[in-house]
């Protein structure tokens, strides 16, 4: 079975500029979590995407965006970026929305977002 | 709301020596504890999560953790570490919402 895949590993963009992320998740799973991790701290839960449709957010503001494709691959999209934005961000994903089922979640091994 | 706490931020310990990862959690509801790892330049992989059952829930690589209801707590232990256990190491929770909750983190670092 494939895992989950996320592009680009690294990438630096310039302060108000835009990016996007990119997430394949694991085969058969449908619903996708991102996590954004600064340097030194835990993962914090940015929002969730199942069957295509948001499925909760964390407190992160509006200029954080995402997307879920019919294949269930997804999109983070950061708009008008800011040094704070810069860290790790994680994508997780699991066979449903809920990590209280046996499958829990596969995480990717990240993105690493440097804001000059 | 949940919330997790990590008492170490860092934890140094000699190769083959008994090691304890403590985490302490808050909730007003039931919850689901997990732990997992961070090894540089990775994602996270669970070593371990607690969802009901017995209180003694055991891993990957030999670690192992105790659920505490009456001490909220959800420490991680292994009994001999190696050189290769040298990782961060976050505990996490989640009650009925889709979200997981994580500490800030403890470095593990096995020396000879």
């Known amino acids: 079975e494939t895992g989950v895949t996320q592009s680009p590993t690294h990438l630096i963009k310039t302060r108000g500029q835009q990016v996007t992320l990119r997430c394949s998740s694991q085969s058969g799973h449908n619903t996708v979590s991102w996590y954004q991790q600064a340097l030194g701290q835990g993962p914090q839960f940015i929002f969730q995407?199942?069957?295509?449709?948001?499925?909760g957010r964390g407190n992160f503001p509006p200029r954080f965006s995402g997307l879920q494709f019919p294949n269930y691959s997804s999109e983070l999209n950061v708009n008008a970026l800011e040094l704070d934005d810069s860290a790790l961000y994680l994508c997780a994903s699991s066979l449903g929305p809920n990590p209280d089922i046996n499958y829990g979640y596969t995480f990717g091994s990240g993105t690493r977002l440097t804001v000059v | 709301a949940q919330s997790v706490t990590q008492l170490d931020s860092q934890v140094p310990v000699f190769e083959e020596a008994p090691v304890e990862l403590r985490c302490n959690y808050s909730?007003?509801?039931?919850?689901?504890l997990f732990w997992y790892v961070q090894y540089p330049n990775q994602g996270l992989q669970l070593l371990l999560k607690y969802l009901s059952g017995s209180t003694l829930v055991k891993g990957i690589n030999g670690f192992e953790a105790e659920f505490n209801k009456s001490q909220t707590s959800f420490h991680l232990r292994k009994p001999s570490v190696h050189i290769s256990d040298t990782a961060e190491y976050f505990c996490?929770?989640?009650?009925?919402?889709?979200?997981?909750?994580f500490g800030t983190g403890t470095r593990l670092q096995v020396t000879l």
């Open positions: 995407y199942y069957r295509e449709e948001e499925n």
């Open positions: 996490a929770v989640t009650g009925t919402a889709s979200k997981l909750t």
């Open positions: 909730s007003s509801v039931s919850v689901y």
